[in-house]
């Protein structure tokens, strides 16, 4: 917009130049050669008029004037006889031609014809119009330059809402407009403003709603799943024991689904700020935590990379636990009997590059593009099934520590989903 502001400006200022300058050039043009021929028809007359004379002192001084128009002057003159006198006036290539018939008792005589050079004549246009183009171009310059400036300070309230508008979508719900500009922009503005104060107002209530939902809930649940082991141990037919775990199994899903939901709920709030936390000794800690489930089921998990000392990753406290907890829980599920759990840790300038790769079925590229959709499940092979948000919320923790996360295929098969964050300034050392 500020681009087709300045050349509108421009425009207008270049026909406004033109509608000036250019009828100016052509009536200085048209003056100064009316005055070049003016002059030389009147030297030429005077020429005629001492060679109609007959006289011979007319004649004399007819001769020495021709010697000093020749010799004070650019151009030549010259007496014709009388078959050729006819007068003429005639711009040709280079020169000025004027030819005055002279008469003696009403006949013509002879003729004399002045040759005039115009050089110095088109010099001179050159010089006009020059000096107007190299005018014009400085006008268009400054009035470039001014339009620039004019359509910067018109477009400034635009951009500060095109800014407002892009922090919305990055999901800041408190970005705001300075209400200035034109009154078609303040009132734009200002409706903005109030409806960012409106979404924010709603996102806050969804989000302590859904906070204090799940907290409520998980109480409820605890007590139920501890009723149902009870059951369980309380009978031995086989027949209320299945169904009792069957129970037991889906408020186990439904324990993982309310505790993703708060989890989630406390992400999107943004509570906490990002900090230099030791990725080395989360990852240890954490995988500590989960080698006995894969000791059950034979898979390996191995920890590699690090080579460049204990890299500190920016990260809200309890951040990087529930990453790697939804992770590896994923990984475990889609990991057959015997396979391995590759963990690796890098350095990478001003990043730091966490990766957890897997040998299960992999994902095709439709299930990758849906794999971080809330609710959205995957087919496992140890026959649980999750509650389709924990991508979600490996997704909403990272990002609010400003880190990426993406899934990749890994060598052979299986899956690699690949965490960067933000280095902290003492990272590696």
């Not at 502001?5 to 250019?22: D, K, N």
């Not at 709603?209 to 809930?217: G, I, P, R």
């Amino acid at each position: 917009m500020i681009r087709q502001l300045i050349v509108s400006y421009v425009l207008l200022v270049a026909v406004a130049l033109a509608a000036f300058t250019i009828p100016v050039a052509f009536t200085l043009t048209a003056q100064l050669r009316g005055d070049t021929e003016q002059s030389v028809r009147r030297e030429a007359r005077t020429m005629a008029l001492l060679l109609g004379d007959g006289q011979a002192d007319s004649w004399a001084t007819l001769d020495r004037l021709i010697v000093a128009y020749a010799a004070e002057t650019p151009g030549t003159a010259e007496v014709l006889p009388a078959a050729r006198a006819k007068t003429a006036t005639h711009w040709g290539d280079g020169a000025l031609e004027v030819t005055e018939p002279a008469e003696r008792d009403g006949r013509i005589v002879g003729a004399v014809r002045i040759s005039y050079p115009t050089s110095d004549l088109t010099r001179r246009l050159w010089q006009i119009w020059g000096f107007r183009a190299f005018l014009a171009l400085g006008v268009l310059a400054v009035a470039a330059g001014i339009g620039a400036v004019v359509a910067r300070r018109l477009t400034r309230p635009l951009r500060q809402l095109n800014d407002m508008a892009s922090k919305f979508s990055d999901g800041d719900l408190t970005a705001r407009s300075p209400v200035e500009g034109p009154e078609e922009t303040r009132t734009l503005a200002r409706t903005l403003n109030q409806a960012g104060e409106r979404l924010d107002t709603l996102i806050a209530s969804q989000r302590i709603f859904v906070a204090d939902a799940s907290h409520q809930l998980r109480t409820p649940l605890t007590a139920l799943r501890l009723s149902l082991d009870n059951i369980a141990d309380g009978t031995d037919d086989e027949f209320v024991r299945e169904d009792v775990e069957q129970a037991t199994a889906e408020v186990v899903r439904m324990s993982r689904l309310v505790n993703g939901l708060l989890v989630l709920a406390r992400a999107e709030a943004r509570v906490t700020a990002a900090e230099p936390l030791p990725l080395t000794d989360i990852v240890r800690e954490r995988l500590s935590v989960w080698r006995p489930a894969a000791d059950e089921r034979g898979v390996t998990i191995a920890l590699k990379g690090f080579a460049d000392g204990r890299p500190a990753a920016l990260a809200s406290p309890g951040h990087l636990e529930q990453v790697l907890d939804n992770v590896l829980s994923n990984a475990l599920e889609v990991s057959p009997d015997g396979a391995t759990i590759t963990v690796r840790v890098a350095s990478r300038g001003d990043e730091v590059e966490l990766s957890v790769t897997d040998e299960g079925p992999g994902m095709s590229d439709a299930d990758k593009s849906r794999a971080f959709d809330r609710f959205w499940r995957g087919q496992g092979l140890t026959g649980r099934t999750g509650s389709g948000l924990g991508l979600a919320v490996v997704r909403q923790l990272v990002t609010d520590d400003g880190g990426t996360v993406a899934l990749g295929d890994a060598p052979g098969s299986g899956l690699s989903v690949v965490i960067t964050l933000r280095a902290s300034p003492r990272s590696g050392g």
